[in-house]
């Protein structure tokens, strides 16, 4: 009965040898089932095993997934699935989600994929949120101009109550419900993970959930590699701002200088005055422009190539 059930169902559960009185399954099925495959709680034939393997080849071929629940025996346990697919495997490279997906290889980088692109837009989106500082135009005196003693302490005073850092956001990994709905806003994506290699829907078997819970332990280095590659762009940016602010004024400064030794130089009043005049439309009125370009973080520079 135990022999005809095994070659019918191409399994049989040790607990039901036991009911047959078999007082050492193991010794049993090494003996009378030498093409079985030996499990924590059954033997499976080595015939169903090929047939799997066969189906998981066919899927990784495919570049797709696979549910192997529904090409095994009914009864198995996740702790029996998983030493099956082991043995299907035979090595082939895969990863095994919930001790019953498949997932190939491609499939689960064109996940990372999404999960990349989608941090690093959020990990821009904080950098370049935190609060800019507002310069006002009466704030940048123009050349020449002086400032009385008691304008200058209170300017102090205003400046010592000014915080000297920001504080900074940080980009937030998101949830296993979040990287769901992610993962499912991806619509080419989605065709792929929509139905496995057989037809079987992702949404009936919860592929789409089993996939997050073995994608989700290294989330955070993505999120986390996102925002320090952010920022570390940000920085380079503001740098070269820097650089380019500086050498558009070390431009027009000279020019103001020797515009103000030649003022000195002139005795007529009404000379100075109308030279006066051309210095603050002309170059005074370029520093301005470039310093509020600057500081309003308008000034352009070329893209920083990674």
Request: a negative charge.
């Amino acid at each position: 009965a135990i022999d005809n059930f095994f070659r019918t169902n191409q399994y049989v559960e040790l607990d039901r040898l036991r009911q047959f009185y078999v007082a050492d399954p193991m010794k049993y099925v090494a003996s009378k089932m030498p093409n079985g495959l030996l499990l924590t709680k059954m033997v499976i034939s080595r015939g169903q095993v090929d047939q799997l393997r066969d189906t998981l080849v066919a899927a990784l071929s495919s570049k797709t997934w696979l549910d192997s629940i529904p090409l095994l025996p009914a009864t198995i346990d996740p702790e029996d699935c998983a030493l099956v697919l082991q043995a299907a495997l035979q090595g082939d490279q895969a990863m095994v989600a919930e001790d019953r997906f498949i997932v190939s290889l491609e499939l689960k980088e064109r996940c990372w994929e999404v999960f990349v692109r989608d941090s690093e837009t959020k990990a821009l989106q904080v950098v370049t949120s935190v609060p800019q500082v507002d310069i006002q135009p009466q704030e940048l005196v123009e050349p020449g101009a002086k400032q009385t003693k008691s304008k200058r302490k209170k300017k102090k005073d205003e400046d010592s109550k000014t915080p000297r850092s920001l504080a900074t956001s940080s980009v937030k990994t998101p949830t296993e419900e979040e990287a769901v709905e992610i993962l499912n806003a991806d619509r080419d994506l989605m065709i792929m993970l929509e139905k496995d290699d057989l037809g079987e829907s992702a949404e009936d078997c919860a592929f789409v959930e089993a996939l997050i819970v073995v994608l989700y332990p290294d989330l955070s280095s993505i999120y986390s590699a996102a925002e320090t590659q952010a920022r570390e762009k940000i920085s380079k940016e503001k740098a070269e701002k820097a650089k380019l602010f500086e050498r558009q004024l070390a431009a027009v400064l000279p020019r103001i200088e020797i515009h103000l030794k030649a003022m000195e130089a002139v005795s007529d009043e009404g000379l100075r005055r109308m030279l006066d005049e051309h210095l603050i439309e002309t170059y005074c009125s370029d520093a301005r422009k470039i310093s509020l370009q600057y500081f309003s973080g308008e000034i352009e520079v070329p893209p920083i190539e990674n």
